[in-house]
């Protein structure tokens, strides 16, 4: 279709993550004038290094045949570190690997952050290269937005994360147990001697340290390592389910929107593909909320399903979890994990009735479900403020 956009000023972009970026992309392209807004010096600003993980796992439960490809159908090169997953090892309660593969990547892992080979600096270039313009160390205010990309406002999930070098072979292992972390899980990744260590939940914000200590003497349990030179960083998810993620004028977009999968907190492929939409409705005048909606509305209120049996089971339903995932290809697995059944249709709205939060929240949205949140300290709410918690396996 061709652009239907006629405005004398370029369209302004709050926040230069990758759902910011990705819109500029697309309107820069299209020959559309375009400002993003960027409150850092930098993109990239607020992460540190770390690996994270685009999830190969279409909206539907059906598979990305490359990543490559749906970036290039976001109408973004690959100029940053990519590397496909199609080995992992996961650890229980027991203790015990259980080593899981898929004959396809059941993901890929980018990089974050200010310097080198990451995905932030790669789009900011693509951006750039493509005529728009990105202004550092400048706010721009939420009402004078067309698109608001600025990250999430409101924590559902908590994590602690470090950097750092080390002589560990490849390695790609998630732990689940309540004890290390509740409601959600730990992980380690390493790749060409760079290792991300992380410890992720969605309850008891406040003893976030005692779990990230746990979950590290965990793993060194498994292989003794040193984590000298280490960087270390706090980070959040938000997720809400809204009729509408526009605003008067304004579009909201990753997590801003509220988009990410409440199961495992992926969030990247939500961020580049609503950044890419709101372009697009903006350049074609096409519904934004339609956009989205089409996209992964469905998978959305399926992720909270998910989310809900995973906090219900305990190390019970973890463990059966790891059983399950242990026999066949673990892709595969995770894409019939994804796919509709009325069972979940079902359990939906009685999961969005005990768990709705009737009171106020910072949620730009006037008619939205949002979560219950637990009680968190404010010392770990001021530790929180640094980086955004992006998807990580």
Known sequence: MPPRLKRPDPIQIAGAGPSGLAAAIHLAKCSVPVEVFETRKTVGGRFIGDFQVIENIGSDGGVIEDAADLLARLGISVNFFLRPVQRAVFFGPDRKPHPVS???PFGWFVRRGAEGDTLDVGLATQVEAAGATIRYNTRLPRDRADVVATGPGVPDGLARQIV????LPETVWVLFDTACAPGGYAYLFVIDSRATLGCAITRDFNRIDIYFDRALKRFQEVVPFSVAGARSGYSYMSFSLKRSARVDRRLFVGEAGGFQDFLFGFGLRYALTTGHLAARSL???????????TAFGAAQERSLVHRALYEWGGNFGLSALIRQATRGDVQEFLSRYQTQRFWKRLLLPWIKWRWHNRSRCTHPFLDHWCRRRPKTTAATANRKSSISLDPVL
């Open 283 to 293: 350049m074609e005048d096409e519904s934004y909320d339609t956009l989205w909606r």
């Open 164 to 167: 750092f070098p080390t002589p």
């Open 102 to 104: 898929s004959a396809r």
